[in-house]
Nanobody, 126 residues
Framework: QVQLVESGGGLVQAGGSLRLSCAAS????????MGWFRQAPGKEREFVAA????????YSADSVKGRFTVSRDNAKNTMYLQMNSLKPEDTAVYYC???????????????????WGQGTQVTVSS
């Protein structure tokens, strides 16, 4: 059974940092592109960042560029999201997602992903 589990969320003051992890189990995800999305209360889920299977290509939403960094460790079947200079507007539930191997589609669209985690809450206080 394929499973993605996020961890590392929590409460942090504005300007602080958090690192989210997404651990994959059930199969190797070393050939899968992966991404992070988030959903704030009352808003639609939105793209945050994504990374190719090798880690050679990364993509980020304009709202997080320069503050968030996505990375992965295929030996550990884990993807990370380093979040720095956090703002109250970053408050959301953060989800990780994975695409089927060699699957195309836009990195910033939910329909491009086939597996989803349950999410981890990030709350940034002002």
């Amino acid at each position: 059974q394929v499973q993605l589990v996020e961890s590392g969320g929590g409460l942090v003051q504005a300007g602080g940092s958090l690192r989210l992890s997404c651990a994959a189990s059930g199969r190797s995800f070393s050939n899968n592109g992966m991404g992070w999305f988030r959903q704030a209360p009352g808003k639609e889920r939105e793209f945050v960042a994504a990374i190719s299977w090798s880690g050679g290509r990364t993509y980020s939403a304009d709202s997080v560029k320069g503050r968030f960094t996505v990375s992965r460790d295929n030996a550990k079947n884990t993807m990370y999201l380093q979040m720095n200079s956090l703002k109250p507007e970053d408050t959301a539930v953060y989800y990780c997602a994975a695409r089927l191997p060699f699957k195309g589609g836009n990195w910033n669209e939910e329909r491009s992903y086939d597996y989803w985690g349950q999410g981890t809450q990030v709350t940034v206080s002002s």
